[in-house]
């Protein structure tokens, strides 16, 4: 399995609501990242966990919380958004010294209302 | 800090063309560099991965570049398509192992 699998796809959701994005991977990788992504620019880093540590957080507002259960799995909590962060949240994982590069996944395209 | 340069940032092409894009870095201790592909909405897809040691990379109509010396890499496309059209970011890791990104080129093919 070479694959980075993200659920759901898309996401509409009120600022007063709590929702969960999913990610899974089973390529063995020990290093997993959130990204954030608004139209036209590039990802943009949230957070890195290495062996299922919370390695780097890039000053990410608390509304956004990161979990990671198992080496497979990657969750991002989500509670009192605003609209502004509306935007493709993308999750990719790699070896910890990223030595065969980056698998990222589809993407979950999140609008808040 | 790495700052990464994607040239140029949109390129519009009539099919069957042969296309370079290029993509230029600061610091020149970097790990490897990947080249990705996204469609509109979608994520990433990885094109090629260039290691450190590594000067090309091919992949069927795709080769990958590595100049260190000169912070360079170019992304050459043969014989372009209309399935080409997306956008191509360029991702370098160095000693963070944490990939920077370029702003990508946005690619449109026409038939």
């Known amino acids: 399995d070479t694959e980075v699998t993200q659920t759901p796809k898309h996401l509409v959701m009120g600022m007063t609501n709590k929702k969960s994005l999913k990610c899974e991977q089973h390529?063995?990788?020990?290093?997993m990242y959130w990204y954030k992504q608004k139209a036209k620019k590039p990802p943009e880093l949230m957070f890195v966990y290495s062996y299922e540590k919370l390695s780097i957080n890039e000053s990410v507002p608390s509304r956004f919380s990161p979990e990671c259960p198992n080496s497979s799995l990657l969750n991002l909590h989500l509670h009192a958004l605003q609209p502004e962060d509306s935007a493709l949240y993308l999750c990719a994982s790699s070896q910890i010294k990223s030595l065969y590069g980056y698998t990222f996944g589809s993407g979950t395209r999140l609008t808040v209302v | 800090k790495q700052e990464v340069t994607q040239i140029p940032a949109a390129l519009s092409v009539p099919e069957g063309e042969n296309l370079v894009l290029n993509c230029s870095f600061t610091?020149?201790?970097?790990?490897?560099l990947q080249w990705f592909r996204q469609d509109p909405g979608k994520g990433l897809t990885s094109l090629l991965l260039?290691?450190?040691?590594?000067r090309e990379q091919t992949s069927g109509r795709l080769n990958a570049s590595l100049d260190k010396s000169s912070g360079r890499s170019t992304l050459y496309i043969a014989a372009s398509q209309p399935g080409d059209s997306a956008t191509y970011l360029c991702a370098i890791s160095g000693g963070s192992y944490i990939p920077t990104f370029g702003r990508g080129t946005s690619l449109i093919v026409h038939p």
């Open positions: 260039i290691q450190s040691s590594q």
């Open positions: 390529m063995g990788h020990r290093a």
């Open positions: 610091d020149s201790a970097i790990y490897n």
